[in-house]
């Protein structure tokens, strides 16, 4: 079986940190040191320095690609698996391939890279991580379109930061090393401000932090290493499920948050037994209340608290453990130490801190379902104790008194004793208490005294009877205990089983989240699902350290089908746990079908938009195409015709309808090309500063009898590709026209405000009903009109794209009195340079490339 390469990823915090020359700084290294090392894809970005690191580098040639009239070029997968080297350095994970190509995204490539035995070296961003994107779209005002799964770059064996200070990144900029000359002030005074690469770049490092801090646990666990080691501070506050748990989880929080990045983890221990269970309501919303601090939530069984406390603080690298003062009165602390002081005893390095609460010393935690009835083993000592103590103190007693009693009160007094002891500690104690009672009685109260034998038949009978009854009592006392212990396992099993659900559905990862509950729940190194391929397994997700490869190298095993099996590592579980970890398995099968049929459901969404999209397309395009062709073929028909002589004036009009008709054929495939460009995000845009008067100007050419127009001088400029700018108004200005009564003139003007310009088109006409105002941006339909002059419906749809594209929007509104206004702001161009475009997005605009590095 081929061996699985392994995957480094250059990790940067923003565009021109220095990830690519990084990679092909390693890569020359590997060469030099005698490994067979090729180029799949790298992007220079016609960065000298980086284009200079290729020299000496066997780099293969691109996969040539058309889609829709473009060219592109792609990795060729074929082409690097066909070469089969050691090392494959290839740029920008989370790239999108262009349409046709094998996989939608590049991190999929690389996988197939990966399967095949060939180690990678990859490159991205922080902005393009999927758990970050909405964060870093907050930062930066800029949303990404192209992201990759956080679970692929934190299976990577190695992930290196390649990390630049603002300032530094920002003298890159200026120095013309990043982007080209006329792109640099734009960039500078938006996307690569002073506060957004600070911000970017501590998302970088706590996000590495957490993947180290993953690194670390899993070194830990195949070492077997159970010392705390004081790497990043963790607290972790103990759950009874008591009222009291609020004010720990708000002790803790404080706690927690004297230190930055710190970690906090709220646990309750679930017992095997179900003794220690707490209230559900409590605990839901002490659930809420931790995560709502920005902890988490961890569940755990155990029979003795105390230990699985401390074993799930060690397992979580714990620096700090927050316990509530006990509930206990000063005697039973006396007679037993408690949680708090056998886990402050026997913390070791990890700090424990007990808080005071009003539930302290007010007794134990009351439960309305019954605490009690299993029998423990310290139960059964104590109900041994009882017996050997007892039947010595008993018999003295008894012997002082013997004048006054007679033979069947002291085998009263002897069963009463018995009864005790098997309330106490069940059958086993109850029995030698029976048995001792027994001989004590023949002894020292049945004649003949002081000898094993008994005179009289009834004496034999009663102390037989004695026997019979003390036993009966202690087996009904220890079934009934067995059964209340089965009935509270099932209670913590199903307990357990509900916080699981509970905590997977907050998860993004239901998979994972599963896996990471059950390795957690019991205390293992490992929880492994893995799937069999032909003859051999393969991984399909793990949590923890030494994952399993195949099912017989973990201690349990559970089969969940024929091909799906859960492997656990660590300890052998009881045979009593076997329900619950199949239960647990059960769901991880559920969770893996459902992550499979979501990723069709997904490819079946985007087959179905495109055949909705292709339907309308054809339904409205059969209709306007055959217009203007029928009336251009009849006109050059015409005039081809030698069976009427036209004069000069009608062939000028037979001339003037074919040329017309042409021309709504040209309108007609000029939007379509555009639209479909829109859609794959391959639109080329030429961002500038425009005047508003002369985009205004150009616009109503052709209708200046028509339009009235009121745009005031002093306007800003504004940042647009003029030639968009102007095909967006004059759609706008002759939707207006066609609906503005005889004698009310549509209305073109503009202001400022807020940092942008905003510029109204008001007719007076029907309008457009509220709940019909979005429908209108649909691509392909005209809501019910269906005459010739109305176009396929594409004019307000390539409207709103091209003025989403150039950074704006486009807005419908009533108009007062009647009528529809629509509203296009665009950022002004003094504002911050072209604010609101990423300066990334610019250098791939000008290149028509689909999904460069950063996306607007």
Same mark, same amino acid.
Request: some cysteine; hydrophobic content about 45%; aromatic content about 4%.
């Given at each position: 079986?081929?061996?699985?390469?392994?995957?480094?990823?250059?990790?940067? #915090?923003?565009?021109?940190?220095?990830?690519?020359?990084?990679?092909?700084?390693?890569?020359?290294?590997?060469?030099?040191?005698?490994?067979?090392?090729?180029?799949?894809?790298?992007?220079?970005?016609?960065?000298?320095? %980086?284009?200079?690191?290729?020299?000496?580098?066997?780099?293969?040639?691109?996969?040539?690609?058309?889609?829709?009239?473009?060219?592109?070029?792609? &990795?060729?997968?074929?082409?690097?698996?066909?070469?089969?080297?050691?090392?494959?350095?290839?740029?920008?994970?989370?790239?999108?391939?262009?349409?046709?190509?094998?996989?939608?995204?590049?991190?999929?490539?690389?996988?197939?890279?990966?399967?095949?035995? $060939?180690?990678?070296?990859?490159?991205?961003?922080?902005?393009?991580?999927?758990?970050?994107?909405?964060?870093?779209?907050?930062?930066?005002?800029? !949303?990404?379109?192209?992201? *990759? !799964?956080?679970?692929?770059?934190?299976?990577?064996?190695?992930?290196?930061?390649?990390?630049?200070?603002?300032?530094?990144?920002?003298?890159?900029?200026?120095? /013309?090393?990043?982007?080209?000359?006329?792109?640099?002030?734009?960039?500078?005074?938006?996307?690569?401000?002073?506060?957004?690469?600070?911000?970017?770049?501590?998302?970088?490092?706590?996000?590495?932090?957490?993947?180290?801090?993953?690194?670390?646990?899993?070194?830990?666990?195949?070492?077997? $290493?159970?010392?705390?080691?004081?790497?990043?501070?963790?607290?972790?506050?103990?759950?009874?499920?008591?009222?009291?748990?609020?004010?720990?989880?708000?002790?803790?929080?404080? $706690?927690?948050?004297?230190?930055?990045?710190?970690?906090?983890?709220?646990?309750?221990?679930?017992?095997?037994?179900? &003794?220690?269970?707490?209230?559900?309501?409590?605990?839901?919303?002490?659930?809420?209340?931790?995560?709502?601090?920005?902890?988490?939530?961890?569940?755990?069984?155990?029979?003795?608290? !105390?230990?699985?406390?401390?074993?799930?603080?060690?397992?979580?690298?714990?620096?700090?453990?927050?316990?509530?003062?006990?509930?206990?009165?000063?005697?039973?602390?006396?007679?037993?130490?408690?949680?708090?002081? %056998?886990?402050?005893?026997?913390?070791?390095?990890?700090?424990?801190?007990?808080?005071?609460?009003?539930?302290?010393?007010?007794?134990?935690?009351?439960?309305?379902?019954?605490?009690?009835?299993?029998?423990?083993?310290?139960?059964?000592?104590?109900?041994?104790?009882?017996?050997? #103590?007892?039947? !010595?103190?008993? %018999?003295?007693?008894?012997?002082?008194?013997?004048?006054?009693?007679?033979?069947?009160?002291?085998?009263?007094?002897?069963? @009463?004793?018995?009864?005790?002891?098997?309330?106490?500690?069940?059958?086993?104690?109850?029995? @030698?208490?029976?048995?001792? /009672?027994?001989?004590?009685?023949?002894?020292?109260?049945?004649?003949?005294?002081?000898?094993?034998?008994?005179?009289?038949?009834?004496?034999?009978?009663?102390?037989?009877?004695?026997?019979?009854?003390? $036993?009966?009592?202690?087996?009904?006392?220890?079934?009934?205990?067995?059964?209340?212990?089965?009935?509270?396992?099932?209670?913590?099993?199903?307990?357990?089983?509900?916080?699981?659900?509970?905590?997977?559905?907050?998860?993004?990862?239901?998979?994972?989240?599963?896996?990471?509950?059950?390795?957690?729940?019991?205390?293992?190194?490992?929880?492994?699902?893995?799937?069999?391929?032909?003859?051999?397994?393969?991984?399909?997700?793990?949590?923890?350290?030494?994952?399993?490869?195949?099912?017989?190298?973990?201690?349990?095993? *559970?089969?969940?089908?024929?091909?799906?099996?859960?492997?656990?590592?660590?300890?052998?579980?009881?045979?009593?746990?076997?329900?619950?970890?199949?239960?647990?398995?059960?769901?991880?099968?559920?969770? &893996?079908?459902?992550?499979?049929? +979501?990723?069709?459901?997904?490819?079946?969404?985007?087959?179905?938009?495109?055949?909705?999209?292709?339907?309308?397309?054809?339904?409205? *395009?059969?209709?306007?195409?055959?217009?203007?062709?029928?009336?251009?073929?009849?006109? @050059?028909?015409?005039?081809?015709?030698?069976?009427?002589?036209?004069?000069?004036?009608?062939?000028?009009?037979?001339?003037?309808?074919?040329?017309?008709?042409?021309?709504?054929? %040209?309108?007609?495939?000029?939007?379509?090309?555009?639209?479909?460009?829109?859609?794959?995000?391959?639109?080329?845009?030429?961002?500038?500063?425009?005047?508003?008067?002369?985009?205004?100007?150009?616009?109503?050419?052709?209708?200046?009898?028509?339009?009235?127009?009121?745009?005031?001088?002093?306007?800003?400029?504004?940042?647009?590709?003029?030639?968009?700018?102007?095909? @967006?108004?004059?759609?706008?200005?002759?939707?207006?026209?066609?609906?503005?009564?005889? /004698?009310?003139?549509?209305?073109?003007?503009?202001?400022?405000?807020?940092?942008?310009?905003?510029?109204?088109?008001?007719?007076?006409?029907?309008?457009?009903?509220?709940?019909?105002?979005?429908?209108?941006?649909?691509?392909?339909?005209?809501?019910?009109?269906?005459?010739?002059?109305?176009?396929?419906?594409?004019?307000?749809?390539?409207?709103?794209?091209?003025?989403?594209?150039?950074?704006?929007?486009?807005?419908?509104?009533?108009?007062?009195?009647? +009528?529809?206004?629509?509203?296009?702001?665009?950022?002004?161009?003094?504002?911050?340079? &072209?604010?609101?475009?990423?300066?990334?997005?610019?250098?791939?605009?000008?290149?028509?490339?689909?999904?460069?590095?950063?996306?607007?």
């Amino acid at each position: 079986m081929t061996t699985r390469g392994t995957l480094r990823v250059y990790l940067g #915090a923003a565009p021109g940190v220095g990830k690519t020359y990084k990679m092909l700084e390693e890569g020359r290294r590997r060469r030099d040191r005698g490994t067979d090392v090729v180029v799949g894809y790298v992007e220079t970005h016609g960065r000298p320095f %980086t284009e200079t690191m290729l020299d000496g580098l066997e780099v293969l040639p691109r996969r040539d690609m058309t889609y829709r009239g473009s060219a592109f070029t792609e &990795l060729d997968l074929d082409a690097v698996l066909a070469r089969r080297p050691d090392v494959a350095l290839i740029d920008e994970l989370a790239h999108t391939n262009v349409p046709g190509s094998q996989h939608t995204k590049r991190w999929q490539d690389i996988e197939d890279l990966l399967d095949a035995g $060939i180690d990678v070296l990859t490159t991205v961003n922080i902005q393009h991580l999927a758990s970050l994107n909405d964060v870093v779209e907050q930062i930066t005002g800029v !949303p990404q379109r192209e992201t *990759v !799964p956080d679970a692929v770059v934190r299976r990577a064996e190695q992930i290196e930061l390649v990390d630049m200070t603002p300032e530094a990144l920002r003298r890159r900029m200026a120095h /013309g090393n990043i982007y080209k000359p006329e792109k640099i002030d734009a960039a500078l005074g938006n996307y690569f401000r002073v506060g957004n690469l600070t911000a970017l770049r501590e998302l970088a490092l706590l996000w590495l932090a957490d993947k180290v801090d993953d690194q670390l646990d899993r070194y830990r666990a195949d070492h077997g $290493i159970e010392k705390t080691w004081e790497a990043r501070e963790r607290v972790v506050v103990a759950l009874t499920g008591g009222p009291e748990g609020d004010t720990l989880i708000r002790r803790a929080a404080r $706690i927690a948050a004297r230190t930055k990045g710190a970690d906090l983890l709220a646990v309750h221990v679930v017992r095997g037994d179900g &003794l220690s269970a707490g209230d559900p309501v409590h605990l839901s919303q002490q659930r809420l209340l931790a995560e709502s601090l920005g902890g988490t939530y961890h569940q755990v069984v155990g029979a003795d608290v !105390p230990a699985a406390l401390l074993d799930f603080a060690r397992g979580v690298n714990a620096t700090q453990l927050v316990l509530g003062a006990s509930r206990r009165g000063r005697l039973a602390q006396i007679l037993a130490p408690g949680v708090g002081a %056998t886990a402050t005893a026997e913390s070791g390095s990890i700090d424990v801190h007990l808080v005071t609460h009003e539930q302290a010393r007010r007794g134990r935690l009351r439960l309305g379902r019954g605490e009690g009835g299993g029998l423990t083993p310290r139960r059964r000592l104590l109900g041994f104790a009882l017996a050997l #103590a007892g039947l !010595p103190i008993l %018999t003295y007693v008894l012997d002082v008194l013997r004048a006054d009693m007679a033979l069947p009160s002291d085998i009263l007094a002897y069963l @009463v004793l018995a009864v005790a002891v098997a309330l106490v500690g069940g059958l086993l104690p109850a029995l @030698v208490c029976a048995v001792g /009672g027994f001989l004590l009685l023949n002894w020292y109260f049945t004649p003949p005294l002081y000898q094993f034998t008994i005179a009289e038949q009834e004496n034999l009978f009663a102390l037989v009877a004695f026997v019979f009854v003390a $036993i009966a009592v202690a087996t009904v006392v220890d079934r009934a205990a067995r059964r209340a212990r089965d009935a509270a396992r099932a209670s913590a099993e199903a307990q357990t089983l509900a916080t699981l659900a509970g905590s997977v559905l907050h998860g993004d990862n239901l998979l994972d989240a599963l896996l990471e509950r059950v390795r957690e729940s019991f205390g293992l190194i490992s929880a492994t699902l893995l799937e069999r391929h032909g003859t051999a397994w393969r991984i399909v997700s793990t949590v923890g350290g030494q994952p399993c490869t195949s099912p017989g190298e973990g201690q349990t095993e *559970v089969t969940v089908d024929d091909d799906v099996s859960l492997v656990l590592r660590g300890h052998p579980l009881p045979a009593a746990d076997r329900r619950l970890i199949e239960a647990f398995a059960a769901h991880a099968a559920i969770a &893996l079908r459902q992550q499979r049929l +979501g990723a069709q459901a997904a490819t079946a969404q985007s087959l179905e938009e495109v055949d909705k999209l292709r339907t309308a397309l054809l339904s409205a *395009v059969s209709h306007d195409l055959r217009t203007p062709l029928a009336s251009a073929k009849a006109a @050059v028909g015409s005039l081809r015709s030698h069976d009427v002589e036209f004069s000069a004036e009608d062939t000028d009009e037979l001339l003037a309808t074919a040329e017309e008709s042409l021309d709504k054929l %040209t309108r007609l495939v000029e939007n379509l090309l555009d639209m479909s460009r829109l859609q794959a995000g391959a639109l080329a845009l030429a961002l500038q500063p425009v005047d508003v008067a002369d985009a205004v100007a150009a616009a109503t050419m052709d209708l200046a009898d028509t339009v009235r127009v009121a745009v005031p001088d002093e306007l800003p400029e504004i940042a647009a590709d003029p030639a968009l700018l102007e095909r @967006v108004l004059v759609n706008l200005l002759a939707n207006a026209v066609r609906y503005s009564p005889s /004698g009310q003139p549509p209305l073109i003007s503009a202001s400022e405000h807020a940092g942008q310009v905003e510029i109204r088109v008001v007719d007076h006409g029907p309008g457009i009903p509220v709940e019909d105002r979005e429908r209108v941006f649909q691509p392909f339909q005209r809501l019910g009109d269906r005459d010739n002059a109305t176009g396929v419906g594409l004019g307000l749809a390539l409207s709103r794209g091209l003025t989403e594209a150039m950074g704006g929007t486009l807005l419908p509104e009533h108009t007062p009195g009647g +009528g529809l206004t629509m509203t296009l702001a665009l950022p002004s161009a003094d504002r911050a340079g &072209l604010d609101g475009v990423d300066p990334a997005l610019l250098a791939h605009l000008d290149t028509g490339r689909i999904g460069k590095e950063v996306q607007a």
